[in-house]
């Protein structure tokens, strides 16, 4: 690792932390020539992910558009920012964890609304309207009830 300040290679590691989640290290580090301190951060690189799409069609999976329609269904919603990065994190892990690299987009809304369920119903509801194409009032009718009565179970 080199130094920032004075790009000297020698560095020692004086502090090691894991973030909330798990998933990224966070090192502080000293040089050992200037005395200068900064931080780095280390995370696992993935294997590459293919989405089959409902038309069949493939691309890469990408971490971000994950996100983003997460914020959707979650816009004006009171939902922490780290509670959405650790709902993006927990999914992509269980894609890593899969045998295949190839996973079919019906998978990830599925994961998706499993967590969304629990964070919150409104945007659970939001995002299944998309996700399973509510093509009319009733199919919305029978989400809503069957969310009522888990509410109820619970």
């Known amino acids: 690792m ?11 590691v004086i502090d090691k932390r894991a973030t909330s989640d798990g998933n990224i290290n966070r090192r502080r580090r000293e040089c050992l020539k200037c005395s200068k301190r900064f931080t780095t951060y280390e995370q696992i690189v993935n294997m590459g992910l293919t989405v089959v799409k409902k038309d069949g069609s493939l691309q890469s999976f990408d971490k971000e558009k994950l996100k983003n329609g997460i914020l ?7 939902i922490p920012n780290d509670k959405i990065d650790a709902t993006v ?10 045998s295949s690299p190839r996973v079919n987009s019906t998978l990830i809304g599925e994961l998706v609304m499993k967590k969304l369920k629990m964070l919150d119903k409104v945007a659970y509801l939001r995002f299944a309207s998309v996700c399973r194409s509510f093509d009319n ?8 009830k069957e969310l009522k009565r888990g509410v109820k179970d619970e």
Request: charged letters at 40%; hydrophobic letters at 30%; aromatic letters at 8%.
């Open 2 to 12: 080199n130094c920032p300040f004075c790009m000297h290679d020698g560095t020692k």
């Open 72 to 78: 959707k269904a979650c816009e004006k919603r009171d």
């Open 137 to 144: 009032i009733k199919s919305f009718e029978k989400e809503l």
């Open 89 to 98: 994190n927990w999914i992509e892990a269980k894609l890593q964890a899969r």
